[in-house]
């Protein structure tokens, strides 16, 4: 059965697999990662509130939604064109935009901020709905880098506020890591699990350290890599084949390092040793700083270790 498939079915018994306890969700940041959540609650029944900060990044927010939506019915109903503009229009139909943040929090059960990694615009955004929004409402960060405990610092409900860190492309990828941090109640982590289940997605606990699972181990492997490169060691495509022939990765480190954009790996790095200053793996990388102050950010710039036609 394919993905898209599996997506579809568990939208048509979406009243059986929605979590009971978080039914509406407002994902602030209609980006490519706001965009993706918002997606996915809506196919799986939930109501879905996205905001976002003026009317041209909601259009661009729906259209981004709609062709994903397309992608997925063509997959889903090859010979049935009437029952996938059904799909596209129910799913779409649970799916409402709003300029007014806290308008939009007064009635939802989840707040997830997708917004830009910069912990001064998250705090915010929090303590601007942290007395507007309902008393049972959780709080969550889809952050990849920051610390959950310091953006939730500025609340006053430290104890209903976790992380939900997707991966992008968030229709596609299956994995959901959910982050507590010490003060996160039971209840708040419960919930989180739950309705990360209800998506569909295979969810994987962690707790509030740098990076969570994922990146905290991929990005000292990219930056460990670039280390090799400059002690001239090996060149990238060497490195690349390599860990793609002997370690069975789909994507070599440079390869992934250019796709992800060498100024995100940079402002990640950046971060971790500014907190973490004792860390020898979050040490600067000269060659990463140099390509980023020429502009050579990888795929989305046209160059990066590699070139690319853009």
């Known amino acids: 059965m394919t993905t898209s498939l599996m997506v579809l079915k568990r939208s048509l018994s979406a009243s059986a697999a929605m ?43 729906q259209k981004g939604i709609q062709t994903s939506l397309q992608r997925v019915a063509k997959k889903a109903y090859k010979d049935n ?32 901020e997708a917004i830009v990694e910069n912990l001064g615009a998250k705090h915010k955004l929090f303590s601007s709905i942290d007395s507007v ?20 610092s500025v609340t006053k409900r430290k104890d209903r506020f976790g992380g939900l860190h997707f991966f992008n492309p968030v229709p596609v990828m299956k994995l959901l890591e959910v982050v507590r941090t010490p003060e996160t109640s039971d209840d708040t982590y419960n919930k989180m699990m739950d309705w990360g289940k209800a998506l569909g997605k295979t969810t994987v606990t962690c707790k509030d350290t740098p990076g969570f699972i994922v990146n905290r181990l991929l990005v000292p492997y990219i930056a460990e890599s670039i280390r090799m490169l ?10 690349d084949t390599a860990m793609k022939l002997g370690a069975g990765y789909p994507m070599g480190p440079f390869e992934l390092a250019d796709y992800v954009g060498l100024d995100t790996n940079k402002f990640i790095l950046d971060g971790w040793y500014e907190k973490y200053p004792n860390e020898p793996l979050f040490k600067p990388i000269p060659l990463l700083n140099k390509l980023v102050s020429e502009g050579k950010l990888g795929v989305k710039s046209g160059e990066g270790f590699y070139k690319y036609n853009k």
């Open 133 to 152: 929004a309902p008393q049972h409402t959780i709080f969550a960060s889809n952050t990849s880098s920051l610390p959950i405990g310091d953006i939730a």
């Open 19 to 61: 979590s009971s306890a978080i039914k509406h969700v407002t994902v602030v940041g209609g980006g490519l990662m706001g965009s993706g959540i918002a997606q996915v609650a809506a196919q799986t029944g939930h109501e879905v509130t996205i905001v976002e900060v003026n009317d041209d990044a909601i259009k661009k927010a």
């Open 81 to 112: 064109s009437s029952e996938a503009e059904k799909f596209i229009s129910t799913t779409l139909g649970r799916i409402k935009t709003s300029v007014d943040l806290q308008g939009a929090v007064k009635n939802t059960d989840l707040v997830i």
């Open 230 to 239: 400059e002690r001239g060691d090996a060149s990238p495509r060497d490195i």
